[in-house]
């Protein structure tokens, strides 16, 4: 695996407000944030349900439009979803009509590369997530935790100068879960590229971060802003450390005294969509 | 998709029971108050009236006369349904435009559309495929808008941001999204096609199944009647039948759920 050439990656965000919701429901999510995020940094966004921090990473991605302020990569403005900035869901988004190897070749297709090229290009991807052997089968066919392997596979393949995920390992067992965390620290080591990582779980997030943002609930505004100097690679040890324990605590009481009324989750494409509408064909 | 062994036996003695059903009420004539079986022809006769439709040397010129008015209905059908419900399923635009003429149009049946059918078109030929036309339209383009609005909007997110552009978006996500809604459409629709089939070869002056039909009717031949019904029928049932084959074989990933 190569690293680029030029480091990447710059997030500048200066009074960034995002609105959601249509005239009278509308309201603020995330209000005048400012924050600058480093090439290659490891940063974790963590806050409580409905908080704004998926959709301050849904605008970072482009699908959601700022209502107000700057929000750059690289100084240019985000404008649109763009194969530079990858996003990975909590529940994958994998094409259930693509083997597992075209959905992870489907943006250097879209890119314009030949066949041959780009399935060993998904090949060698897939082999760095742990996923050899496993090419030709259909997404439903594989387990929760290795969908999400596929998922980071496929947005990596573009070399994108973000990596944006939002709770990617929410819904995994806690075993699985574990196991994601190493592997993404892992394939970070080797594929360097900005990570915008939003949880709500503190452990989670420590473990994984350069950096911690903890968000106040809505309208969102970043409240702390840690630097987490544990050694790399970091193992699942870690977690019993007693700095870890300390900030773990930290943490706790931060987002205990920000606790307000329990809010709907919101997700990187605004608000979630009403489908209480029946719907027939005839 | 192959059906197992087993089940084929449940089938096929289904299908015998009616016969035999059949077989006894018109033999015997029953009365069952509300329907009365008295003047039905058994299967015997019916059978006979079928040997003599293919002695008399005018199935084949019947079949083929119905078969191309349905193929050319269904497939204008496929090409338009598919084409206005991927327009009509991805723009509110286009849906306020397109969708309030046809709704106005969807419940008018085919037996309405004679009339003008025979004064919009320049041949009979052409008026009957129109019919068989409306049949199998609207199945077609209400199950593509159904399917192509119920793509998951993070999958096309999801794929914005892997790069993909209007076009890719369509053949890439759109479609295939929206492909097992669609060829239930499809499957449907070739039903439909079928039963406008004796309405539209009402026009008819020679050949086709539901003219044959229509015109043992007049001439009170009642055994002929139930061959064209049943030729129909089958038609209607294996055409179907061979659409939802094909679909599967175009969805290789799509597993209807077992049932118990």
Redo the contacts between chains.
């Keep these: 695996m190569n690293a680029p050439q030029t480091p990447a990656g710059r997030i500048d965000i200066r009074d960034l407000s995002i609105t959601l919701g249509e005239q009278k429901q509308a309201f603020e999510a995330v209000q005048a944030l400012d924050c600058q995020i480093e090439p290659g940094e490891f940063v974790c966004i963590l806050g409580p349900s409905g908080c704004g921090k998926s959709t301050l990473l849904g605008a970072l991605a482009g699908h959601l439009q700022p209502r107000n302020g700057i929000l750059q990569v690289d100084g240019q403005a985000v404008q649109g979803p763009s194969p530079q900035r990858g996003m990975v869901f909590q529940q994958h988004t994998l094409f259930p009509w693509r083997s597992v190897r075209d959905n992870v070749a489907f943006g250097l297709k879209m890119s314009g590369v030949g066949k041959a090229a780009r399935r060993a290009a998904a090949d060698e991807m897939l082999a760095l997530v742990g996923l050899e052997g496993f090419a030709d089968r259909w997404p439903n066919q594989l387990s929760g935790g290795m969908q999400q392997r596929v998922e980071i596979a496929r947005v990596l393949i573009n070399r994108p100068r973000l990596l944006l995920m939002d709770e990617p390992f929410g819904a995994l067992d806690a075993l699985t879960r574990l196991k994601m965390q190493e592997l993404l620290l892992d394939i970070w080591t080797r594929i360097r590229t900005t990570v915008v990582f939003v949880t709500h779980d503190i452990d989670e997030a420590l473990f994984l971060a350069d950096r911690l943002l903890v968000m106040s609930p809505r309208p969102g505004r970043i409240i702390e802003d840690l630097r987490l100097d544990f050694p790399r690679p970091r193992l699942t040890e870690l977690v019993t450390s007693p700095e870890f324990s300390r900030l773990k605590r930290h943490c706790l009481e931060l987002l205990r005294h920000e606790e307000g009324r329990p809010l709907p989750r919101l997700s990187p494409l605004g608000l979630p969509i009403e489908n209480n509408r029946p719907r027939f064909a005839l | 998709m192959a059906l197992p062994f087993l089940r084929w036996i449940p089938r096929t003695g289904s299908l015998l029971l009616c016969l035999l059903f059949w077989q006894l009420a018109a033999s015997h004539h029953w009365n069952l108050l509300l329907v009365t079986f008295s003047n039905v022809p058994t299967p015997l006769a019916v059978v006979q009236a079928a040997v003599g439709l293919v002695d008399s040397g005018k199935l084949g010129e019947h079949l083929s006369a119905s078969l191309s008015r349905v193929f050319a209905g269904y497939v204008a059908a496929l090409v338009i349904g598919v084409g206005l419900g991927v327009a009509i399923g991805r723009s509110k635009w286009a849906e306020d435009l397109l969708l309030p003429p046809l709704e106005v149009l969807r419940p008018i049946p085919a037996v309405a559309w004679i009339p003008l059918a025979i004064l919009m078109f320049p041949s009979s030929e052409l008026s009957m495929v129109f019919i068989t036309f409306t049949g199998a339209l609207f199945?077609i383009l209400?199950?593509t808008?159904?399917g192509v609005?119920?793509v998951?909007?993070?999958?096309i997110?999801?794929?914005?941001?892997?790069?993909?552009?209007r076009r890719?978006m369509l053949l890439?996500?759109i479609l295939?999204?929206a492909?097992p809604?669609i060829i239930?459409?499809l499957a449907?629709g070739m039903g439909t096609s079928w039963f406008c089939l004796v309405t539209s070869e009402m026009i008819s002056g020679q050949f086709g199944i539901g003219y044959y039909t229509w015109e043992s009717y007049t001439i009170q031949n009642y055994a002929d009647i139930v061959v064209g019904m049943l030729l129909i029928g089958v038609l209607g049932m294996g055409s179907s039948l061979l659409i939802k084959r094909l679909g599967g074989l175009f969805?290789p990933?799509?597993r209807p759920k077992g049932k118990a």
């Design positions: 199945p209400l199950n808008i159904h609005e119920g998951d909007p993070r999958l997110a999801s794929a914005k941001s892997l790069g993909a552009g890719a890439e996500v295939p999204g492909a809604s239930t459409g449907i969805t990933w799509h």
